[in-house]
C-alpha cells in the first residue's frame, strides 16, 4: 500500500480529533531532555483500543512505522520517531479513562494514556494507595510508565512498574488486541505474556489499558533528612530502616554533597536542611499501618540509635507537609541543578547494593584522570540504582570523545562487577550501542526473536532497542 493511501485511512480512521496538526506537533517530536529532534509523516491520537487496532492494521500492511508514545516524559529519546515519510507517532494522550477502582479486589483499571497522578488521586478517593511514584507523575502516563517499567521512588517497598501489574490490553502489530484485564492475582497458565511487553519500549505493540495493583493507605508518613558519614554508613541505616520498622520504610534516597550543592547553588530559595554540610545525605521515609505519634517514636529511636553508632552524624524530621515537600524538592531539583551547572554526563546505573561503597571508590580512581568532572551522585540507594552523573569544570564543557570515553570507562567497570547500565531509563535510542555491546549474545538472540515473531514486519518502534533492520 502506498504511504500516502495509508495515511489517509488512518485519518479516516481516527477522524480530524484524532490527527495532530502542524502548530502542536513539537511537543511531539522533540524528547523530554531535548536531545533529539525529529519527524514523523502525522501524528495520529486514537480515541479506542478499537482505533489503535485499525490503525496497526493499515501500518502492518503498508510497513508505516508506529512510533508509540504516552506522556513523553522520557529520558532515552524512546518515543521520538525518525522518518517523515515512513513514520507516524501513536499518542494515547487521547486514551485517559480510569475505567474501576475495585476496592475488594484492591486494583485500578485505566488507559495508557491516564496521568499517573490521576491514577494515584483515583485511588486515594478509595482510601487506597497507586505506589508507583516518580519525578514526572503530573504529566507521565500509565502507558509510559509500564513500556519502560518506571521505577521511581517507592521501589524499595514496592517493586518497579512491572511489579504493579495484574493484567494488560495490548494491540499487536498485526491489530490482533491480545486483553487480560481480569486482575486476577493468581492464575499460573503458562507463559507470562503480558510481562514481554512491560519495559519492551514500544516495540512489541501497543499497550492500550492495565490492571493495576493497589495497597493500603498508610496511616502515617514520617520523612527524615540525614547526614552519614559515607556510603557504607547510608547502607547500613538503610538496611536497619527496613528491619527494625518491619519494611516501613518506603524510599530510600541517597544524595552526595556535590548534588545537594548544585540545587542550592541554582536554584531560588532551596535551602540547606541542616546548618553544617557534610560529605553524604539520605532522605528516608517511613510510611505504613502505625499511627503519628508511634511511627514518630519508631523514627526517633532508629536515628537515636544510629547516632549512637556514628552512622547518622546529624539529622532533621520532617514536622510538616510543607517542610516534607521542601525536603523532596531537594531531592528532586537535583537534574534542574545539574541543567545549570552545564551539559553533564550522565548515566543510571545498578550495582550490587552491598559493592557501591567499593564502586564509588574505583569507578573515581578509573575516571578522574580521563577528564576533571565534578561527580553528582544521587538515586535510589535501597535499590542499588544510582544516578551518576559527570558535571563539566565550570564555564566548560565535555568534548564528545571525553564523554564517551567517560562513559565506555563506566560501563566496562560495572560490567565486570555484575551491574547495569541501564536501571531505570530504560534503552530507547540513547543507549542502544550499550545494548549491543553489554547484554549476554544469548539474551539479544531471544529478544530478536519475540520481535521477529511478534512484529514480523519491523513496524514497532524502528530503531529503539535494536538498529532498524536494513528497509
Ligand atoms: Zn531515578
Known amino acids: 500500500m502506498d504511504p500516502s493511501i495509508a495515511l ?52 502492518n500492511e503498508a510497513c508505516i512505522g508506529v512510533v508509540p508514545q504516552a506522556g513523553n516524559t522520557g529520558y532515552c529519546g524512546g518515543a521520538t520517531p525518525f522518518d517523515a515519510e515512513r513514520q507516524i507517532v501513536l499518542s494515547l494522550a487521547r486514551m485517559r479513562q480510569i475505567h474501576r477502582v475495585d476496592p475488594v479486589g484492591f486494583t485500578l483499571t485505566a488507559d495508557a494514556g491516564v496521568i499517573l497522578a490521576d491514577a494515584q488521586a483515583a485511588a486515594e478517593h478509595e482510601g487506597l494507595l497507586l505506589p508507583l511514584s516518580l519525578g514526572s507523575e503530573g504529566s507521565c502516563r500509565i502507558g509510559g510508565n509500564l513500556s519502560t517499567n518506571a521505577g521511581g521512588l517507592n521501589v524499595v517497598r514496592y517493586g518497579m512498574a512491572r511489579d504493579l501489574v495484574l493484567g494488560l490490553e ?33 516495540t512489541l505493540g501497543v499497550i492500550t489499558a492495565a490492571v493495576l495493583k493497589l495497597f493500603a493507605q498508610p496511616r502515617s508518613v514520617q520523612t527524615a533528612w540525614l547526614a552519614v558519614t559515607d556510603v557504607d554508613a547510608a547502607n547500613a541505616v538503610v538496611g536497619l530502616a527496613r528491619r527494625s520498622t518491619g519494611d516501613m520504610l518506603v524510599s530510600a534516597e541517597y544524595l552526595s554533597r ?14 540547606d ?25 519508631l523514627l526517633e529511636r532508629l536515628l537515636e540509635e544510629e547516632l549512637a553508632a556514628g552512622r547518622v552524624v546529624d539529622g532533621a524530621i520532617a514536622e510538616s507537609n510543607a517542610q516534607r515537600d521542601a525536603l523532596w524538592a531537594l531531592r528532586e531539583s537535583i537534574p534542574e541543578g545539574e541543567r545549570h551547572a552545564g551539559q553533564c554526563v550522565k548515566h543510571d546505573i545498578s550495582i550490587p547494593i552491598a559493592e557501591i561503597p567499593a564502586f564509588l571508590d574505583e569507578a573515581r580512581r578509573r575516571l578522574m584522570p580521563i577528564a576533571a568532572h565534578r561527580l553528582s551522585v544521587f538515586g535510589h540507594l535501597g535499590d542499588g540504582n544510582l544516578h551518576y552523573n559527570l558535571v563539566p569544570p565550570a564555564g ?40 549491543a555491546r553489554y547484554k549476554s549474545p544469548l539474551s539479544l538472540e531471544i529478544m530478536r526473536s519475540i520481535k521477529a ?14 538498529d532498524a533492520p536494513d528497509a
Not at 259 to 264: R, T
Not at 404 to 410: F, H, V, Y
Not at 453 to 466: A, E, Q, R, S
Open 170 to 202: 495490548v494491540v499487536l502489530p498485526s491489530g490482533d488486541v491480545l486483553s487480560d484485564l481480569k486482575g486476577l492475582r493468581k492464575d499460573n497458565t503458562g507463559y507470562d505474556l503480558k510481562q514481554l511487553f512491560i519495559g519492551a519500549e514500544g
Open 258 to 271: 556535590t548534588s545537594l550543592a548544585l540545587v542550592l547553588e541554582h536554584l531560588d530559595g532551596a535551602r
Open 273 to 297: 536542611p541542616l546548618a553544617v554540610a557534610h560529605e553524604h545525605y539520605l532522605l528516608i521515609e517511613l510510611a505504613g499501618p502505625l499511627d503519628e505519634l508511634q511511627s514518630r517514636a
Open 396 to 435: 566548560e564543557a565535555f568534548a564528545p570523545e571525553t564523554a564517551a570515553a567517560l562513559t565506555g570507562m563506566l560501563y566496562d567497570y560495572i560490567d565486570e562487577i555484575g551491574g547495569s547500565f541501564s536501571a531505570e531509563h530504560g534503552i530507547g535510542i540513547f543507549r542502544r550501542d550499550e545494548l
Open 8 to 59: 489517509n485511512r488512518i485519518a479516516d480512521i481516527v477522524g480530524d480529533r484524532g490527527i495532530i496538526g502542524p502548530s502542536d506537533a513539537a511537543a511531539y517530536l522533540v524528547d523530554h531532555r531535548a536531545l533529539y529532534s525529529g519527524a514523523a509523516a502525522a501524528i495520529v491520537a486514537p480515541a479506542s483500543t478499537d482505533e489503535v487496532a485499525a490503525v496497526l492494521r493499515i501500518c
Open 453 to 466: 515473531t511478534l512484529d514480523p514486519h519491523g513496524i514497532m518502534n524502528p530503531g529503539k532497542l535494536f
